[in-house]
């Protein structure tokens, strides 16, 4: 019954910033933890970066650490990732994803809901 939606995708130039945003459908759902994945045309969805509910403990891929910043808001069951100095190798669908268990969380086996994704592409 939980269903996630992201926001704001869009179009930016390299070295721009962006802000992706992910809703749960309602507030009753309580994750364990909740993560960022990404996926280019031709490749295989990748893990980007993931937070861990009860902690706020924070996990990111090498590739966008020091850039990319998650976030969460507990009494809404939000959660954002804030995209900075944003590359053309960023250009990918992201999707949020949740999970109720004790799961590995770089890993999109991990993870029991998914949101539709949204678009976000990066020109040179």
């Known amino acids: 019954q939980v269903q996630l939606v992201e926001s704001g995708g869009g179009l930016v130039q390299a070295g721009g910033s962006l802000r992706l945003s992910c809703a749960a459908s309602?507030?009753?759902?309580?994750?364990?933890?909740m993560g960022w994945f990404r996926q280019a045309p031709g490749k295989e969805r990748e893990f980007v970066a993931a937070?861990?509910?009860?902690?706020?403990?924070?996990y990111y891929a090498d590739s966008v650490k020091g850039r990319f910043t998650i976030a969460r808001d507990s009494a809404e069951i939000t959660m954002s990732l804030h995209m900075n100095n944003l590359k053309p190798e960023d250009t990918a669908v992201y999707y949020c994803a949740a999970r109720d268990r004790t799961s590995a969380y770089a890993s999109a086996a991990g993870y029991d809901y998914w949101g539709q994704g949204t678009q976000v592409t990066v020109s040179s």
């Open positions: 937070i861990r509910w009860g902690s706020g403990a924070t």
């Open positions: 309602g507030r009753t759902f309580s994750p364990y933890g």
